[in-house]
Nanobody, 114 residues
Framework: QVQLVESGGGLVQPGGSLRLSCAAS????????MDWYRQAPGKQRELVAH???????NYTNSVKGRFTISRDNAKNTVFLQMNNLKPEDTAVYYC????????WGQGTQVTVTS
């Protein structure tokens, strides 16, 4: 059974930092590209960051220079380091694993407010 479990969300003030984790089980993690998406209330889910199997990365423009995606294949975990958070980063953050199939986590809430 495949599971992706996100953690690390929470409430933070503008300018603060959070580190999200997504732990995978039931897959050969190193074969999967990993993505972080987010969905704010009333908005469509959007791709935030992508990391390939060989650690190439891509980011949506609004988070470039503030967010860093990384992976630890030995721990079957992908991370999203989020710095200088802004209120517009408030959303539920989801991880996604893609190889021959696609799997999603259940999401973790990030709220940026003063």
């Amino acid at each position: 059974q495949v599971q992706l479990v996100e953690s690390g969300g929470g409430l933070v003030q503008p300018g603060g930092s959070l580190r999200l984790s997504c732990a995978a089980s039931g897959i050969i993690f190193g074969l999967y590209t990993m993505d972080w998406y987010r969905q704010a209330p009333g908005k469509q889910r959007e791709l935030v960051a992508h990391i390939g199997t060989r650690v190439s990365t891509n980011y949506t423009n609004s988070v470039k220079g503030r967010f860093t995606i990384s992976r630890d294949n030995a721990k079957n975990t992908v991370f999203l380091q989020m710095n200088n958070l802004k209120p517009e980063d408030t959303a539920v953050y989801y991880c996604k694993a893609t190889f021959r199939a696609t799997y999603w986590g259940q999401g973790t809430q990030v709220t940026v407010t003063s």
